[in-house]
């Protein structure tokens, strides 16, 4: 990775766990530009010649194999938008790694605003991964607006992991999915967020096809001054079933707002919704203290396994 | 190796009053010996203790724990230097695995196999609990029988176990009978444990009775059914001893 400076390779490795280049198909992004690519025999990337981003297709079909495209920055005072297309062929089933970590130190503001469009396939299935993550100790702010779209096919699946633990300053991430007859969409939301920070997450599914289901749960931690919102809006336009959930636990002098939505539109849509905001029970640190933990420790063990 | 010296522990109620909950309780717990607290319900029994392990500091009076005076320590620091306590309505931890909880009750990184040992320990298939989150999908008897596993694994010279047998249903109580007879043949260290249920009270060495914040007898079961009886027909734990008339052998 000589191209690559060291607190790039350290946010490849803590944004998408590559210490060298994978063996699959991947394309790394740093500082608004390509650092490296390679393809596979069923996944090829090429970039988009109108604005910056990259189409990624992969053949019908495709199995077992992971592809990832994440996204480095470390110069201070940077605004980079990509916009990346994913096209999953049918019965492919496949991992596709994504995220951005931002390392500031200078005085300037880094944003990083990704818009992804997946199309899914006939039966595909995708995992998604996305981890932001931001590092640096300069006054400029991190800040990350990624923009999802999935428009699910016939029974096609996605699993989305959307994790955001450490130093994004601002973020609003919204999601949007539409799934056909049959799709299903999991989505695992795990934030933390401390100091002054203000993270928004939207999700919108459209449940439009007969047997489709999404469950859209996040779990999230809110510290110091932070501030969390959470919207979740699913629509039932058929005979479906839908849940979402917000888990929060609150710090300090931190804020959680959770809009959960529900919209049915069909005698047969069944939607739930939950939402509990609150601090750490009590009764759960005593019972790890009274198994030697100190308070802290408690703390810290309950967070972990919260946002695990 | 434990004693309380003359606890008190009073609360403020909400109209200002003081209610008193402990009044002046003496007690002195020997090595390796087998307690059953017991006694009519609001007497004060869990508030005991709950002040035994710090969970609720005493209004005056002095805890030693083998000479030492514990009554200012922490949760922590009475679990460090070795106390133990399974509450009587477990709690539950969303992330939390069984295998996690059961590690940080031994301080070990354990392995599966160890770990699983202490679950089958308390009637549990342990491969089909090891990496389950101890959440709200497990039910009341299965939380109480890990609530004990934690406290086999961290194996100290006191045990206490407040209400076992609350809330959980009769299969697992046949089984959490049999553990505690396990315990009791297989004792390391002094076990104490606030129970209603005869069986319970059965296998003690000495059973201490509490009624309305203070130690009314202690001794043990044959000499101390008359109280026993009394206590129930006081307090309404007659039905929950099952015990017929003229007491049972």
Known sequence: ?308 | MLELKNIVFDVTEEDGSVKRIIDGVSLRLDENKFYVVTGPNGGGKSTLARIIMGIEKPTSGQILLDGVDITDKSITERAKMGISFALQQPVRFKGIKVHDLINIASGKDLGTVEACEYLSAVGLCARDYIDREVNASLSGGELKRIEIATVLARGTKLSVFDEPEAGIDLWSFQNLIHIFETMREEIKGTILIISHQERILNIADEIIMIADGKITKTGKKEDMMIDIIGASLEGGICSRMNIPEGGRN
């Not at chain 1, 988009?48 to 297709?57: A, L, Q, S, T, Y």
């Not at chain 1, 938008?81 to 991992?95: M, R």
């Open chain 1, 1 to 308: 990775m000589a191209e690559l400076t060291q607190a790039q390779k350290d946010l490849l490795e803590t944004i998408a766990g590559l210490t060298c280049m994978p063996g699959g198909a991947f394309n790394i992004r740093a500082n608004g530009g390509l650092a490296e690519r390679q393809v596979t025999e069923h996944i090829n990337i090429t970039s988009k010649e109108d604005k910056p981003g990259i189409d990624i297709h992969i053949a019908p079909e495709t199995k077992g194999e992971t592809c990832y495209i994440p996204v480095v920055m470390d110069e201070s005072g940077m605004t980079d938008i990509v916009y990346n297309d994913f096209f999953i062929g049918e019965g492919a089933d496949v991992t596709i790694v994504a995220g951005c970590g931002i390392h500031n130190c200078g005085g300037e503001d880094s944003q990083h605003d990704g818009i992804h469009r997946f199309f899914v396939g006939k039966g595909a299935h995708v995992k998604y991964v996305e981890n932001h993550y931001g590092s640096g100790d300069g006054l400029g702010k991190r800040i990350l607006n990624p923009v999802t779209e999935v428009y699910q096919d016939e029974d096609s699946s996605v699993e989305m992991e959307m994790v955001q633990i450490k130093g994004v300053d601002s973020t609003i991430r919204t999601t949007k999915s539409e799934l056909a007859k049959g799709a299903k969409l999991v989505v695992r939301e795990r934030l933390m967020t401390h100091g002054e920070q203000h993270a928004e997450s939207i999700y919108l599914t459209e449940l439009n096809g007969d047997g489709s289901s999404a469950d859209v749960v996040s779990r999230s931690v809110a510290r110091d001054n932070s501030y969390q919102k959470y919207t979740s809006r699913i629509v039932g336009k058929a005979e479906c079933s839908g849940h979402t959930e917000c888990d929060a636990i609150l710090m300090d002098n931190a804020r959680v707002l959770a809009v959960p939505e529900l919209d049915a539109a069909c005698l047969d849509a069944q939607l739930v919704h939950e939402a509990a905001i609150g601090k750490i029970a009590g009764d759960q640190l005593i019972k790890l203290m009274t198994l030697g933990l100190t308070p802290e420790e408690a703390e810290e063990q309950i967070i972990n396994g919260f946002l695990a």
